[in-house]
């Protein structure tokens, strides 16, 4: 694995440190409104650059043992985009089985601060996937709800997208349909990925977002991003957090 693998290497992409590293970070009034009326909310600066710095390192190992997975998604979706035969995505999935660090920081006080005070209830961290967007080739990804894939029955469930990489309209930043996690699982086109048709992706609002950030959205938000037509890698990490089971 190159230097490169994960996103940019930490130094030069992680200098805006906005606050404490270990420090929880508490989502205003504001953030809380948020995500509770559009069903996705940007929290900026959530992790702060030395922490980053360290999970990124931990990210690396991993890499470097397991390598990536390629992830790309198939269907007659991708035939709007210029060059889609080349797309390409690159996952590496369990990261709390494959990396003790991540595994107790993902259930950390830091982490699960923010994402308890969107829910409102005690939560527990179940996923975390590395997604990495090739350059150049990386995948769109046409709009849908990850509700079609997993956790269809948990409308509690949030997506906590922790941004390893900034993101662009060049890079393929994620983008939300607001208010869209009130509908419900509503029916996907299941040939190829699962993917709905009707949703235009220019419709959707663009979230760019900086390394360190947190954007967080419900299992029902549609969602999607363009492909990545940039020179570097854009990679984030999709964690995910249902309400507390006790075991
Ligand atoms: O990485 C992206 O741009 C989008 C990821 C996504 O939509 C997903 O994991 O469900």
New binding site residues.
């Given amino acids: 694995m190159g230097q490169r693998s994960i996103g940019r290497p930490a130094k030069g992409n992680v200098e805006r440190s906005v606050r404490d590293d270990g420090q929880a970070m508490t989502p205003s009034s504001q953030h809380i409104a948020d995500y509770r009326q559009n069903g996705f909310v940007h929290l900026p600066g959530v992790v702060g650059a030395t922490r980053l710095a360290e999970l990124m390192s931990h990210l690396e190992a991993v890499v470097r043992d397991v390598g990536h997975t390629d992830s790309t998604w198939r269907g007659k979706w991708r035939e709007p985009y210029a060059d889609s035969e080349r797309f390409t995505?690159k996952t590496v999935d369990k990261l709390a089985r494959r990396s003790a660090f991540w595994k107790s920081w993902l259930s950390s006080r830091e982490m699960l601060e923010p994402i308890e005070a969107l829910s409102g209830r005690p939560m527990q961290h179940v996923d975390a996937?590395l997604?990495m967007?090739p350059p150049e080739t990386g995948q769109?990804?046409p709009p849908?709800q990850?509700a079609a894939?997993y956790a269809a029955g948990e409308p509690e469930y949030i997506?906590a997208?922790l941004h390893l990489d900034a993101t662009t309209t060049e890079n393929?930043?994620?983008r939300f349909l607001p208010g869209s996690h009130k509908w419900g699982l509503i029916e996907h086109e299941r040939k190829g990925k699962a993917h709905l048709p009707a949703i235009d992706i220019a419709d959707l609002v663009e979230v760019p977002a900086q390394p360190g950030d947190l954007v967080c959205s419900s299992i029902y938000t549609v969602?999607?991003?363009l492909p990545n037509r940039s020179t570097a890698p854009?990679a984030?990490v999709?964690l995910g957090y249902q309400p507390h089971r006790s075991a």
């Fill in positions: 995505l996937m997604i967007k769109a990804f849908h990850d894939y997506i997208t393929g930043a994620l969602h999607g991003s854009r984030i999709r």
